[in-house]
């Protein structure tokens, strides 16, 4: 009986024993700690863990779930693991959380220069955040003097702060911009009238009205004037143009050195033919003179003449009225063709014209009214001179023969003048007037010369 107890006794003490080793829960450790925060976006990494029973290692056994979602929230790591059929569970906490600061941007430039009376006009921003997506609509925009401030917060309280700097000055100068050429020429004795001008500055608008104009022009006074043109905006920022009037003599005929001396010009030309007869014998006569071209005949015979001496002047490349005069554009595309010819054979740049018809065509009036009161004034501008004559040979006209051509001319020369001689080179009786011409004038004292870019002007009076 008590021998039975005994072993009893050992054997519930077996049996607990072996029970409490069995139910004994193992050491079960969570590397860091049990509640951890994970930023948003970012991938949980395992920290690790170790279970240990009685000295022996389960942590291979152990199996994880993970439950956090893509969300801001607090989920569960569960760690299982099963030992002697008991599972054991472990779990940690993983906060999802954003701590990333929402971005503003602003369009336009976030240092801004405007005029100094101007109020900023917002050109706007946008807010994104990591977490919210666009924010935009949460902005507050707040100025103090120049500074404006754009402020957001995140859901989660992140908060982003930046300034855009307004700052108000002007250094731009105003702009003058003259009406007509900057240079201008005009005959002495005529009216001076001023073509006008405008202001306008990038912060005051059109401040014409402010421009103050300095110098005069003496018209009954050879020479050069300058007329200058001032403006100042409201910062202080100051413009200035100059435009140079040129007060010149129409002809100068009177002059000492002009007297006497006579100006052989051809127009139309060149043409073989005629040209060429009329050029041996000035080569012979030893008389310069003036070839007022086209762009007809051959090169050559513009070579030759540029060659010996003579001055090619421009009459226009097509010399056809309906062309020339039915506008500007259209009658310096016409003159610029044959400068451009001149140009190329004889490698000078001529800015001696003279208009088909001359200055005092009517015919003109037909295809563009007032176009010879524009042009007259227009090309002296553009740095050219244009020659009239005095004397017309009439050798396009009546003049059908070498003697009327003779007549007409000699009849007209003076002593008391320059003597400007309208002629055509391709005119088969001019070429059989002119060594009569030539002889004529040098029996009676008369000295011959070219057209240069000094020689006074000789000019009609403009009929349209
Ligand atoms: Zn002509």
Redesign the pocket.
Known sequence: MKKKYVIGIIVISLLIILATVIFWPPKFSLNKNETLELDYGTKYQEPGFKVTKFGRDYTKDVKIENQIKNKLGTYSIIYKVKINGITYKKIRKIKVVDHEKPTITLTGQSNITICPLSEYQEEGYKATDNYDGDITDKVKVTQKENIITYTVKDSSGNETKITRKIVKEDKNAPQITLKGSSTQTIYLGASWKEPGYSATDNCNGDITNNVKISGTVNTNKLGTYKITYTVNDSSGNTASKERTVKVISKSTSTTSNQKGVIYLTF??GPKEGTTNVILDILKEENVPATFFVTNNGPDSLIKRAYNEGHTIAL?TAS?NYATVYSSVTNYYNDLLSVQNRVKRITGQESKIIRF?GGSSNTVSKKYSKGIMSTLTKDVLNKGYRYYDWNIDSDDAGGATSSSKVYNNVIKSLSKNRANMVLMHDIKNQTKDAIRNIIKYGKQNGYTFAKITMSTPMIVHSVNN
Request: glycine share 0%; charged share 40%; no cysteine.
């Open positions: 127009d139309d009459h010399h088909p």
